[in-house]
């Protein structure tokens, strides 16, 4: 489906897996950015993919921003301005496809790796998996305010000024991950949460996620305001006519995407 150096995209069913594989620890290189950025831009425009899962090969789900390449693509006036701009419209781009990403933490997901996970929809986890903002040891900042879509404020600032990182047991007890389990058990209920995203009207899941999204910055009133305005426009989809119809008639329902 697509042909890239550090990211492999294969598609089951309505469900596009996106394997992130920049060896050893799946830096953020700019290939890698660029790469991500393509294929959800991408899949944000295709009738036939209705869920997403993002992961990563080996043990390291992504260690962070690469800091060789960043050297590398970091040598003039304006370097820096368009580096930047490229790191964040990636996770943008997780946070802004249309269709809905499950994040499945194979492993460490530090700085631009936790910015990754908090820029999804869904996130489940293995039990090897530990998520960081290490940039306190490199003489850097970045993915706090990413990180406080997560996090509280204490336990956000631990993380920042001392490197802590968060193991995956304690993701779950926070309630910062669905799931914590077993290595080998991660992509399979990653793709039970992807096919039952999947199973639901296209139109209604990326309604909502676009919902979710402009409402979080929201206030109440306008925030509730919003959805019910959201609310009356999927109402009067075909989906929407056929979710009730399957209702009253106690079957499943055949959705068409409009």
Do not use: W
Not at 37 to 49: F, K, N, R
């Amino acid at each position: 489906m697509f042909n890239f150096k550090e990211l492999h995209v294969v598609q089951e069913g309505h469900v596009a897996i996106l394997t992130m594989d920049n060896a050893p620890v799946n830096a953020l290189s700019r290939t890698l950015n660029d790469e991500l950025t393509q294929a959800l831009d991408q899949i944000s425009e295709m009738d036939d993919i209705r869920a997403v899962i993002l992961t990563a090969k080996g043990k390291v789900f992504c260690a962070g921003a690469d800091l060789k390449g960043r050297a590398e693509n970091i040598k003039g006036p304006g370097d820096l301005v368009a580096h930047s701009r490229r790191t964040r419209e990636c996770f943008h781009a997780i946070r802004e496809c249309s269709k809905p990403v499950i994040a499945a933490i194979n492993g460490a997901a530090l700085g631009s790796g936790m910015a990754m996970i908090a820029s999804a929809d869904i996130l489940l986890a293995s039990d090897k998996a530990t998520v960081g903002l290490p940039e306190v040891d490199v003489g850097l900042l970045g993915g706090c305010k990413h990180a406080e879509r997560l996090f509280s404020h204490s336990r956000l600032r631990r993380m920042a000024l001392t490197g802590y990182r968060v193991d995956a047991n304690e993701l779950y007890r926070l309630g910062v991950i669905e799931f914590c389990v077993p290595q080998d058990e991660l992509m399979a209920k990653a793709m039970e949460l992807a096919n039952s995203t999947a199973s639901k009207s296209p139109v209604s899941t990326k309604m909502i996620k676009h919902t979710l999204n402009v409402i979080e910055d929201l206030s109440l009133r306008d925030g509730y305001r919003y959805e019910q305005d959201m609310t009356a426009i999927i109402s009067k989809t075909d989906d929407a006519k056929e979710a009730q119809a399957a209702f009253k008639e106690k079957r499943p329902a055949v959705f068409v995407g409009h």
